[in-house]
Each structure stands twice: as structure tokens, then as C-alpha cells.
């Protein structure tokens, strides 16, 4: 049984031992959320990049195809 003492001193250790889990989990959710948030920064850096390409190919066949009208 505890006494009255081990009583006042358990409040405190409990507390903080609640405390430390749920910075815990907290660290745990943010490292999960840094993950999910730096697979979504490759693929936008990926689609950006795609579609730089698709933007300077389609400037390049604009072009043909203008050069190729003022031919005609």
C-alpha cells in the first residue's frame, strides 16, 4: 500500500512520464508527416520538370510549324 508521501511524489512522476508519451508520439507523427511531405515535394519537383520539358517542346514545334506556314 503506499503512503501518503509515495503518493504526493507519484502525481509528479506520473505527469511527466505522461508528458514524455506524448512528446513521443507527437515526435513519431511529425517524422511520419516530414516523410509523407517530402515524397510530395519529389513528385512535384518531378511533374515541374516534366512540364518544363513538354513547355520547351512545344515552343520547339510551334516554331517548325510557323517556320513551315510562312514557307507555304
Avoid: C, F, W
Amino acid at each position: 500500500m503506499l503512503t501518503a508521501q509515495e503518493n504526493v511524489a507519484e502525481g509528479p512522476v506520473y505527469e511527466v512520464s505522461s508528458k514524455k508519451e506524448n512528446l513521443e508520439i507527437n515526435l513519431e507523427e511529425t517524422k511520419d508527416s516530414i516523410k509523407v511531405e517530402g515524397m510530395s515535394k519529389l513528385i512535384y519537383q518531378h511533374m515541374l520538370d516534366r512540364m518544363k520539358k513538354d513547355h520547351i517542346a512545344t515552343k520547339i514545334k510551334g516554331a517548325e510549324l510557323e517556320s513551315s506556314l510562312r514557307s507555304k
